[in-house]
């Protein structure tokens, strides 16, 4: 067998998907393994045995990222695959995960064969990428790459109160390697989509051009608490009619700008939330995204100021804190090319595409070539337990990551 007849093993990648998966299972299918919970460091035992058990020196480090790296013929930098194996509270088995454990395949598959690159290869999981538990996403590889600094990432306090050193500690991931300045030769990160695109052409593989800036605030409004019943409404100092009045402009900007601007609400919290009671306080986040980092801040600039003048109009408090915020990111050309080639050598249909959600991918972008290959997520659906995609479409992304990698890691 040429390496060009190489193909990844179907049923063994499946398999430890679905083992993985076991670990935080949810009734009715998906799993929820949030990031430094105890569930996620039973998945974190998991996949470094498995890294193990494929003969990869493994190494953690301060920010609670795993590597697994597998020599070449040559010292230097490798060619990295990864992504992540956090979850949301109410997530499918596929997003993050299919993206490291077809690392891991790919890694069997060429021992199997008995192919050693020129280059090294290195599979990687990255720490709290959900930011589902602590916020930023994406926060492992922005600190690997030395985007995030480590003490800042370290010291970020949980939706359960806790922070993140303190839990690497606990569930012992507090590695010793440094961060902050590991350059690969190349990154590749497969993924779900996350949406309905690729679904709904019947195209099997998405080349990803690059991703789109995200941006989250969060409002906090304060005003006074007064009975519903006596309180005339022109003297009321209502912080949830003014959460309420954000959330419709939020999608009245998005809707209005049209393109790839989108707005979303995820939280709205409200204190004292009595029925008979004007709303004290409201708290609540806004996320906006744009493949266009003007036109974001052109969204960012309109809301902001629609927020500090409905506050004022109620006599309403309002402070504003950034949880997270990304330009847009562009990835290489020629990995962008390399990918749709080689799909197409296969014979398998692509379409190019930009992500809509964040991924580890991004953080590596302005380090060194990157790219990202996308399956079909069935209607579109994923952060929810009946995230699926058919095995045949994990074949073709795998093996296009397969022989990525290997052109890679060849020249």
Not at 129 to 147: C, I, L, Y
Not at 224 to 237: D, E, F, I
Not at 279 to 287: E, G, Y
Not at 357 to 372: I, K, S, Y
Request: charged share 20%; with cysteine.
């Amino acid at each position: 067998m040429t390496c060009r007849d190489l193909k990844i093993n179907i049923e063994r990648l499946m398999g430890r998907l679905r083992e993985l998966g076991a670990i935080g299972a949810l009734p009715g299918g998906g799993c929820c393994r949030l990031a430094l919970s105890d569930g996620d460091r039973r998945g974190r035992d998991l996949v470094s045995g498995w890294m193990r058990d494929l003969g990869l020196e493994v190494s953690v480090d301060r920010i609670g990222n795993v590597v697994g790296l597998r020599p070449g013929r040559e010292n230097g930098a490798p060619v990295m695959i990864g992504s992540h194996i956090d979850t949301v509270a109410t997530g499918g088995i596929y997003d993050g995960c299919l993206g490291v454990l077809a690392g891991l395949e790919v890694i069997e598959t060429l021992n199997d064969a008995g192919i050693v690159t020129a280059h090294p290869l290195a599979v990687a999981f990255f720490t709290n990428e959900e930011g589902a538990r602590f916020a930023p996403d994406m926060m492992g590889s922005a600190v690997h790459q030395g985007a995030l600094g480590l003490d800042t990432a370290l010291a970020v306090t949980g939706i359960d109160g806790t922070t993140v050193g303190d839990d690497l500690r606990r569930i012992g991931y507090d590695g010793s390697t440094e961060t902050g300045d590991f350059r690969a030769r190349a990154f590749v990160e497969m993924h779900v989509e996350q949406g309905p695109v690729l679904d709904v052409e019947g195209t099997r593989i998405g080349v990803v051009e690059g991703v789109q800036g995200i941006s989250w605030s969060e409002f906090t409004l304060n005003g006074v608490a007064n009975h519903a019943g006596t309180t005339p409404m022109n003297m009321r100092c209502d912080a949830g009619v003014v959460a309420a009045r954000i959330a419709i402009k939020a999608r009245d900007i998005a809707t209005a700008m049209g393109g790839d601007q989108v707005a979303t609400v995820g939280v709205i919290d409200l204190a004292p939330n009595l029925v008979n009671v004007v709303p004290q306080r409201a708290q609540m986040t806004v996320d906006l995204r744009n493949t266009d980092e003007a036109l974001l801040k052109l969204a960012e600039a309109r809301l902001f100021d629609f927020a500090r003048d409905a506050a004022a109009s109620e006599g309403v408090e309002l402070k504003r804190r950034t949880l997270a915020r990304f330009e847009p990111v562009v990835f290489a050309s020629g990995m962008v090319d390399l990918i749709e080639t080689t799909a197409r050598g296969q014979g398998v249909s692509t379409r190019r595409m930009p992500s809509g959600a964040g991924h580890d991918a991004q953080m590596f972008a302005p380090n060194c070539p990157t790219a990202m290959i996308f399956v079909p997520s069935r209607d579109g659906i994923s952060h929810n337990i009946k995230e699926f995609t058919e095995p045949g479409h994990i074949r073709a992304g795998a093996d296009v990551l397969l022989h990525v990698v290997l052109e890679k890691a060849s020249n």
